[in-house]
């Protein structure tokens, strides 16, 4: 199992962890804490203890941290430790902010263990997020070029909406004319000339 602890805090107040090992990871995760900088800035850092490492990702006021074999890597610890965050913010919402330690130990744990098995044991976790990643990332092209097509489609309505407009007037001043010539053609027949002589007396 690659990743062997986790926790979830609000500042200094740890509101539910999960401990695989039997060694104090806790105490050890508390040191690590005061070293990150920043008390309330967002944050993604590591830090290596003895053959571990200790991944830290802080994002409003919220701090998960998890301990992990170096041979894990940092993509998915941190891919962990953004679905815990997630999954915590999701469940919780604004009860963080005034919970008091361990407030959701209980039944928050079993989801940090559950999570800990899926990424430590799923060779396809990291593969997994990648492919969250290439799907959102293929969803904003998608949204680009059909915003690019929607401006192409309604410039080229307006250009057939111009075009249809001075093929109408075209096809009004011809009949207008057409209908000039007509009138003059049966007025000069009537007047007995093109200079209409009759009529003019």
Known sequence: MSILYAMVSRGEVVLSEFNATATKTG???????????????????????????FHVRRTDSVTTLCMADETAGRRVPFAFLEDIHLRFVRTYGRAIRSAQPYAMNDEFSRVLNQEMETYSNNLNADRINRLKGEMSQLLVDKTANMQGNTFRFRKQAHRFRTNAWWSNIKLWITLIIV???ILYGVTAFVCHGLTLPSCLK
Request: net charge negative; aromatic share 6%.
């Open 179 to 181: 209908i000039l010539v």
């Open 27 to 53: 105490s050890i995760a508390r040191q690590i804490m005061e070293k990150v900088p920043g008390k309330d800035d967002d944050c993604h850092v590591s830090y290596a203890q003895d053959r571990y490492m």
